[in-house]
C-alpha cells in the first residue's frame, strides 16, 4: 500500500508530461500553420506572375502577344498597381500558363509540373527566316508602315507627320485580328526620350492601331500615339470631364499634362491610334 502514492505521482506526472507534450507539439503546430498562411498572404499576382514570366523564359511583350491581355495592363500588374486585375485578363493568362486563377491570383500553390509540358510547347525554339525590303510579303503577313515626322520646309521648325515610304515592320494577319486591328488601319511608331522609362525605352517601336483615334475611345491608362503639332509622343491617356490628361511612365522628369478641350484644339493634339504591340531590343 505504501507504494500507491508513488505510482499515483508517477502516472500524474506522466499525464502532465503527456498533456504538455500534446500543448508543445499542438503550439508548434499553430505555429508553422501560422507561418504558412503569412507566407501565402504574401503572395500574390504579381510576384506569382513575375515567377511564371521568370520560369518560362518569356517577357511580358510576348505574353501580350500571346494572349491578348494589354500591355499597360501586364505593366500594372507587375508593378503592383492593379492587385485585383479583371476575370477577363486573368483567365486569358491563367489559360496560358495553364493554372488556375486562384493560382494566378495567389490564393493556391503552383506545381511545376502542372504546366511544365503547355510551357515547352510555347517556348519552343525555332528557326528564324530572315527578310529584307525585297522580300515578298507572305499571303498571312502585312506590311505596317512607320509614321515619321516631316519638316515643311528647311529651317522653319513646324513639321507634320507622315507615312514613310522606306521603313515598314511586317505583321502576322492572325495577330491583327486577335487584336482587333484592321490592316490598312495598323502603323508603327518610333519612341524618342526617356519619358516612357522604364517600359519603353528611346527607340522602342510600337504597334498603333490607327481606327481608334477619338476621344471616345480612349481607355484610361493605355497607351497611344499622339501628334501633338508635329512632334510624335507616345503616352498614357486618361478622359477628364475638361478635357483629356497625358501621362508619362518617368513622372520624376514628365510631369502630367492636362489639356481642356479648347485647348487641344489650339495646341493641334490629335490622337493617332491606340498603341495595341511594342518591341525593343535588350540593352
Keep these: 500500500m505504501g507504494g500507491l502514492p508513488d505510482a499515483g505521482m508517477k502516472a500524474t506526472r506522466y499525464i502532465s508530461d503527456f498533456l504538455c507534450t500534446g ?3 499542438q503550439h508548434l503546430s499553430s505555429e508553422k500553420t501560422s507561418s504558412t498562411m503569412r507566407v501565402m498572404q504574401k503572395r500574390n499576382v504579381s510576384s506569382v506572375l513575375r515567377a511564371l514570366l521568370d520560369q518560362h523564359g ?3 511583350t510576348e505574353l501580350h502577344r500571346r494572349t491578348g491581355v494589354p500591355q499597360s495592363t501586364l505593366s500594372r500588374i507587375l508593378s503592383g498597381k492593379i492587385v485585383d486585375p479583371s476575370d477577363k485578363h486573368i483567365s486569358k ?3 496560358y500558363f495553364a493554372v488556375s486563377t486562384d493560382q494566378l ?3 493556391a500553390d503552383v506545381a511545376p509540373a502542372a504546366h511544365a509540358g503547355r510551357a515547352a510547347s ?3 525554339l525555332k528557326d528564324i527566316s530572315l527578310w529584307d525590303d525585297d522580300t515578298p510579303v507572305d499571303d498571312d503577313e502585312v506590311s505596317v508602315p512607320f509614321l515619321r515626322e516631316v519638316e515643311l520646309a528647311a ?3 513646324r513639321f507634320v507627320i507622315e507615312e514613310s515610304e522606306r521603313s515598314s515592320l511586317r505583321f502576322g494577319k492572325r495577330s491583327l485580328r486577335h487584336n482587333g486591328v484592321q490592316f490598312d488601319q ?3 511608331v518610333t519612341v524618342r526620350g526617356n519619358s516612357m522609362l522604364p517600359v519603353l525605352r528611346d527607340g522602342a517601336t510600337v504597334g498603333v492601331n490607327a481606327g481608334k ?3 471616345g475611345d480612349i481607355v484610361d491608362g493605355d497607351l497611344y500615339a499622339i501628334n501633338h503639332n508635329g512632334q510624335l509622343r507616345v503616352k498614357q491617356l486618361y478622359r477628364l470631364p475638361t478635357g483629356i490628361r497625358l501621362r508619362s511612365f518617368n513622372r520624376e522628369e514628365h510631369p502630367d499634362e492636362d489639356y481642356t478641350f479648347q485647348e487641344i484644339q489650339g495646341e493641334q493634339i490629335v490622337i493617332l491610334g491606340h498603341v495595341f504591340w511594342w518591341g525593343m531590343y535588350a540593352r
Design 155 to 157: 529651317g522653319s521648325g
Design 186 to 188: 495598323a502603323k508603327c
Design 58 to 60: 518569356i517577357s511580358p
Design 122 to 124: 510555347h517556348s519552343e
Design 213 to 215: 483615334c477619338g476621344i
Design 105 to 107: 491570383r495567389g490564393r
Design 93 to 95: 493568362i491563367a489559360e
Design 23 to 25: 500543448y508543445a507539439i
